[in-house]
């Protein structure tokens, strides 16, 4: 009963007090109100309750997060089958996925559009825990924070090979930190104390998730729940287009770094060495003659839920310079070396994803 009174005291106090006063008084009747709920007062009187909810949010965005972009192709427990399928290409070309997305006559646009949606709202969250842990700090090491963190997403990608590494996702994820960073500027202005800029805070990532997790739902139900302990399977739907040909003893394996009229030019990676026991040879690029006899196979790779969908086709006369100019980026390629001569490609396997 007392500390009723006493809360109703602090608050008939804050009508009368000056502007200026009061971002002290809420602060003042938070205080009492947790007290009275039983919620232990953190640092400047911030609740420990709120704080656990705010951090607990922030560990499952994390994990979310690092499904849907780290592993929207290639699901993550695929890194720990006994036959991994890595798939890699990069482009460093600014808005040309973009202008791609938004010109072609091909692309379905409502996906364009929402990859594109896609990539800035699953990093306004972090724009806003940025900010929050920065506090004090200049904006300039936010927005560098931001930067590094897309940065690295998108190496780790290419390192592990799981699918496309584009600087536009770069671009796209740091203007979702940027209006986080935003929201979070504007929610402290609304705001008068640190218990009252967390409930707003977390009203609003509960909202923002149950949104996302309907248009996850909707256009890709396969990104959640985040899939750690699931089984990869993997279909080949049309495996007989590469009868004679097995996966499992290519001779090179790595990523198409250049092609020219007859030749191609093929860069090692040590880890796709290390997982499939590839024959090695010491040049870090590989350069190989192809001719009119050398069979040129297009694999076309998409995923549904922890399911792996290749889809394969065979080409002829394939200008593999052409390819690389139209994608801008680095597709991965297994190739099967001739017998008679090892600096020729007898057939080459392009993988691209969809």
């Known amino acids: 009963m007392i500390r009723d009174i006493r809360v109703l005291f602090d608050e008939s106090i804050c009508l009368g007090t000056e502007k200026g006063s009061k971002e002290r008084c809420d ?8 007290s009275r709920w039983g919620d232990r007062q953190g640092k ?18 994390v994990l979310i997060a690092i499904n849907i972009i780290m592993f929207k192709t290639i699901p993550f427990s695929a890194l720990f089958h006994s036959r991994p399928m890595f798939l890699r290409s990069i482009n460093w070309i600014p808005f040309r996925t973009i202008i791609e997305f938004a010109t072609s006559e091909s692309m379905d646009m409502a996906r364009a559009w929402t990859n594109i949606g896609g990539n ?59 209006i986080g960073i935003g929201l979070y500027k504007w929610f402290r202005k609304k705001t008068f104390s640190n218990n009252r800029f967390l409930t707003a805070v977390i009203g609003f990532f509960m909202l923002a998730g149950l949104l996302g997790g309907v248009a996850i739902r909707m256009f890709d139900p396969g990104l959640l729940p985040f899939p750690a302990a699931s089984k990869v399977s993997y279909i080949n739907e049309n495996e007989e287009v590469l009868a004679g040909w097995n996966e499992d003893e290519v001779d090179l394996f790595g990523d198409l770094a250049g092609a020219e009229s007859n030749e191609i030019t093929v860069y090692k990676n040590p880890n796709h060495m290390q997982l499939t026991g590839v024959n090695e040879t010491d040049e870090e690029y ?6 009119e006899a050398t069979k040129v196979f297009i694999r076309h790779i998409s995923t549904n839920k922890n399911t792996v969908i290749s889809k394969y086709e065979e080409r002829t006369n394939f200008d593999f310079a052409a390819m690389l100019e139209s994608m801008g980026e680095t597709p991965t390629v297994m190739v099967w070396l001739s017998s008679d001569n090892p600096a020729v490609a007898q057939a080459v396997l392009v993988s691209l994803s969809e």
């Not at 602060?27 to 947790?34: A, E, G, K, L, P």
């Open 27 to 34: 602060c003042n009747v938070d205080s009492s109100r947790s």
């Open 44 to 61: 400047a009187g911030t609740s420990n309750l709120l704080l656990a909810i705010f951090y607990s949010i922030f560990i499952a965005y």
């Open 120 to 178: 800035i709202a699953i990093f306004v969250p972090y724009g806003i825990f940025i900010a929050y842990a920065a506090n004090k700090s200049s904006l300039r090491n936010s927005f560098l924070w931001l930067l590094f963190t897309s940065f690295s997403l998108e190496i780790i990608q290419y390192v592990l090979a799981l699918g496309s590494s584009d600087v536009d996702d770069i671009l796209l994820n740091f203007t979702g930190g940027a």
């Open 286 to 291: 590989v350069h190989l003659q192809i001719n």
